[in-house]
């Protein structure tokens, strides 16, 4: 069983650009959820996705956007970065057959913005 | 809104020492409670975890107990090992399954 992956490992972008991170999420899962990891502090809650829908914000701006594929693979685009969005972007990906639907977490992907 | 709290500051012990590590939340209702932990370089794995009060959750050597009365989910190791060195996360589950995380404690076990 594959676990979830996400690419690039890390990337450096320059205020203004744009950005898009995938996430392939683990064998069996139709959920995948985007957490950003500021550093020093616990991963907020970007957004989830749940069979190519959308199924829940957090408090991020709609320059923060994604996409989730019919293979429930998924994206995260960032438009207009800024230094603040420098972070650790974790997916994590879960099965709503699960009576708890426990997540499980990629390595990341480090976003660095000059 | 539901909400992590863990006690401020890293932790620097020696092996084989005891671990604490407090946990408190609030929320309505009574969510699933979790502890992740974050080793360098690593995405967040699932320590142990509890889905109603009174559980006691393990793995590992850790513990920690659903405390309603106190909405308290404290972490606790009795031996630690310099391998137990990493970061770690309280977090509860709200809303459609999301997950809400304090801010981590880092552990450090010296030799």
């Known amino acids: 069983e594959t676990g979830v992956t996400q690419s690039p490992t890390h990337l450096i972008k320059t205020r203004g650009q744009q950005v898009t991170l995938r996430c392939s999420s683990q064998?069996?899962?139709?959920?995948v959820s985007w957490y950003q990891q500021a550093l020093g502090q616990g991963p907020q809650f970007i957004f989830q996705y749940y069979r190519e829908e959308e199924n829940g914000r957090g408090n991020f701006p709609p320059r923060f956007s994604g996409l989730q594929f019919p293979n429930y693979s998924s994206e995260l685009n960032v438009n207009a970065l800024e230094l603040d969005d420098s972070a650790l972007y974790l997916c994590a990906s879960s099965s709503n057959t699960n009576s708890y639907n426990e997540q499980f977490f990629g390595p990341g992907t480090r976003l660095t913005v000059l | 809104g539901d909400s992590v709290t863990q006690m401020e500051g890293p932790v620097t012990l020696s092996e084989e020492a005891f671990l604490t590590i407090n946990c408190t939340y609030t929320?309505?209702?009574?969510?699933?409670l979790f502890w992740y932990v974050q080793y360098p370089g690593e995405g967040l794995q699932l320590l142990l975890k509890?889905?109603?009060?009174?559980d006691k959750g393990s793995n590992k050597g850790f513990e920690a107990t659903y405390r309603k009365e106190t909405t308290s989910f404290h972490l606790e190791k009795g031996s630690v090992q310099v391998s137990d060195s990493a970061v770690y996360f309280c977090?509860?589950?709200?809303?459609?399954?999301?997950?809400?995380f304090g801010k981590g404690n880092q552990v450090v076990v010296i030799p």
């Open positions: 064998s069996g899962h139709n959920t």
């Open positions: 509890a889905t109603k009060a009174d």
């Open positions: 929320a309505t209702g009574y969510p699933s």
């Open positions: 977090a509860l589950l709200y809303g459609n399954n999301r997950l809400a």
